[in-house]
């Protein structure tokens, strides 16, 4: 558990009793949803659980204990009181050791069932000579459990991978939002100075009436179009509160004051540059495929074993016998008592276990193919990546520049209707245009940044790259 000052420190910027506007940084952020969401536990929660299986497979090789006992008396008649107790303690090799203890009595004993008087003591072993002899059940759950845990630990890479890229494309959401929610109250806020001075013009009679109508227009548009914003911003708000949890599982709510970092579009340019030279050797490595890998194993496990059912099941029993001295109850063994068992079982056509091979084969096949087909996906993913981050530099910069352009023709525009030589409707006409441009700068950059929080999900890299 963290100090309790950690977690004030992270969540700072949400829980500010001031009116000022403070800033959540994507990295604070993100911290938090890495430290307390509900779903990183669950990943965490996976290794417990692959050692939970661990053990549940290690129980294959606990040693048992045995003991059977049973009594009949009937009419004052002691029929027989049988008494068996028996430790096994069995071996990855499928060679079970044992001991135990038989002690039988009665008058209505079946003659196979009698023993001496103290009973009889014994210890012997079960050895399969066929079928298990190389390869068994009880290797396989244990070796299953090993696979269990890459899996298990695959599954949780790639549930944290995940979250950190919904939660990454979220916070970037809310950029745009803020960003698109200030370019419309600018608009707005200049809409409502050029109509109050159109207003006053006009009143004086030095401006037509014209222009206070467009004017009025153009307000009104500059306020349905802030609604609309303000709204977006608020669902982006939202969504970006499910992603923030406390340590003791309780909802954060964002401060009204509380504003996103506004993030650069040259953000991660090395990390970029570090991937772009190695993701050729990153992606047969990455979870998505190594999964693929897991599940070959575990195929080439139940095949190992279909491979067993092939032989014929041969198992060889033998148990020393030791009499217990009636006097001073020693144990005694003569190499002549012992007690010897053969079971051969063998299906003669043995389909069954042929058809199963077969099919395993053929999953192992299909796995293969569905492994090429991934990985190449992959690779075509992160090409198309990276030509799109490429493009989208470019037509940013572009942009940027026809933005700065437009502030220039925009600034011209007012110079002449300072003169008189222009009309509210060219003026307003000038700032749609250079307010569409900067949304559409603003767009560009979104799409930018979610383009390389997808590059660095692709390949795993967000941990690493959000310095977690």
Request: aromatic fraction near 10%; charged fraction near 25%; avoid cysteine.
């Amino acid at each position: 558990m963290k100090p309790y000052w950690i977690i004030i420190n992270l969540l700072s910027p949400l829980l500010s009793l001031g009116q000022a506007s403070s800033t959540l940084e994507l990295d604070d952020y993100i911290k938090v949803v890495y430290e307390y969401h509900p779903l990183i536990k669950n990943a965490r929660l996976l290794q417990e659980k692959s050692d939970a299986i661990a053990r549940q497979a290690k129980g294959e090789l606990d040693p048992t204990i045995d003991v059977d006992y049973n009594q009949k008396s009937f009419d004052d008649k002691n029929y027989y009181q049988k008494l068996s107790g028996l430790i096994k303690v069995p071996s990855k090799l499928g060679i079970d050791v044992y001991g135990g203890y038989e002690s039988n009595d009665g008058i209505f004993l079946n003659n196979e069932n009698s023993l001496p008087t103290n009973g009889l003591a014994f210890g012997g072993i079960s050895v399969p000579i066929g079928k298990g002899l190389f390869y068994n059940k009880r290797r396989k759950i244990i070796d299953e459990a090993n696979i269990i845990r890459s899996i298990n630990e695959i599954e949780s890479q790639t549930l944290i991978n995940e979250l950190l890229a919904e939660a990454a494309y979220n916070y970037i959401e809310w950029q745009y939002t803020y960003q698109s929610r200030l370019l419309y109250q600018e608009a707005y806020d200049i809409a409502q100075i050029r109509y109050d001075n159109t207003i006053a013009i006009y009143n004086t009679g030095d401006g037509p009436a014209i222009d206070t109508l467009e004017a009025k227009v153009n307000l009104n548009s500059r306020s349905i179009d802030l609604q609309s914003a303000i709204q977006e911003e608020n669902q982006a708000i939202n969504n970006l509160e499910l992603y923030l949890w406390t340590e003791d599982a309780g909802i954060v709510e964002l401060l009204p004051t509380t504003i996103p970092q506004v993030l650069d579009q040259d953000i991660w340019i090395e990390d970029m540059m570090i991937l772009e030279s190695q993701w050729l050797t990153i992606i047969p490595n990455l979870p998505s495929i190594l999964k693929f890998e897991n599940y070959e194993d575990k195929l080439n496990i139940e095949r190992r074993l279909i491979n067993e059912s092939l032989k014929p099941e041969l198992n060889l029993k033998l148990n020393a016998l030791l009499q217990i001295n009636e006097n001073n109850k020693v144990v005694s063994y003569n190499r002549n008592d012992y007690k010897l068992g053969v079971d051969f079982y063998y299906p003669i056509f043995n389909r069954k276990a042929k058809g199963a091979q077969q099919a395993i084969d053929i999953d192992i096949q299909s796995n293969s193919n569905d492994q090429m087909i991934k990985q190449q996906s992959i690779y075509v993913y992160a090409q198309n990546i990276m030509l799109e981050i490429q493009t989208l530099n470019s037509i940013l910069e572009q942009s940027i520049i026809n933005q700065e352009d437009r502030v220039f023709l925009l600034e011209i525009e007012n110079d002449k209707f300072s003169i008189g030589e222009s009309s509210v409707f060219l003026v307003n006409s000038r700032e749609l245009k250079l307010l569409d441009t900067k949304l559409k700068v603003a767009t560009i950059k979104q799409k930018l940044l979610n383009k390389k929080i997808g590059f660095f999900s692709l390949l795993f890299q967000l941990q690493e790259i959000l310095k977690l």
